[in-house]
């Protein structure tokens, strides 16, 4: 497995840079990201994998399913060409890990933090919105948010985002006035 991901990391790399010396445009970083993405969910799967990776299935079997398959999506031609030796080369089921990656460097390069964000009841637009610019004062980065809800919280909110965790719900406050009553 450690093998597969420092393979996934190394594509993921290559693409990165391939992107960032493309500017803006075909073949940028937003728009490999965008592919990236199209191309996880459309061979991600073990299926997709075992099928374009069957030893008997011809090379010219794989590139006109690959082809067949991206006609139905929007991709680069850069994009279609990648799938495609990740297929040659035997690496189709490191695509979602690569995407992953890729995901990593563009949010590091475009100075965007993911934050997990839990409450009790799920937030509107608005507050949503009031979460997001809070959260973006406090990291100075902007923020891109994913919205979990669990009702054990009770109230407030639970905030994750890397390895720091803002617990601001009502039940870990309750169980922190138990601890000091007890």
């Known amino acids: 497995m450690a093998l597969r991901g420092a393979a996934a990391r190394r594509y993921a790399q290559a693409v990165f840079d391939l992107a960032k010396e493309a500017g803006s445009g075909e073949g940028s970083l937003d728009q490999w990201l ?7 969910n459309l061979f991600g799967s073990d299926a ?7 030893p008997k299935v011809t090379r010219d079997a794989q590139i006109r399913i690959i082809d067949d398959m991206i006609t139905k999506v929007k991709v680069g ?9 990740l297929v040659q080369r035997g690496r189709l089921a490191s695509l979602p890990r ?18 997990d964000v839990t409450t009790a009841v799920p937030l509107d637009e ?7 610019d809070r959260i973006s004062r406090m990291t100075g980065k902007t923020v891109e948010l994913r919205m979990h809800t669990d009702p054990n919280i009770l109230g407030g909110i639970i905030t994750r985002i890397g390895d720091e965790l803002i617990d601001a719900s009502v ?3 309750l169980a922190q006035l138990a601890e000091r009553l007890a």
Not at 99 to 113: A, D, H, L, P
């Open 171 to 173: 039940a870990s406050r």
């Open 48 to 54: 997709a994998v075992d099928m374009l990776e069957d």
């Open 77 to 85: 031609p850069l994009a279609s060409n990648f799938v495609k030796l």
């Open 98 to 115: 690569i995407t992953e990656i890729f995901g990593e460097m563009y949010n590091r390069e475009k100075g965007i933090v993911i934050a």
């Open 126 to 132: 608005a507050h949503r919105k009031d979460v997001a």
């Open 34 to 40: 965008a592919d990236l993405r199209t191309l996880s």
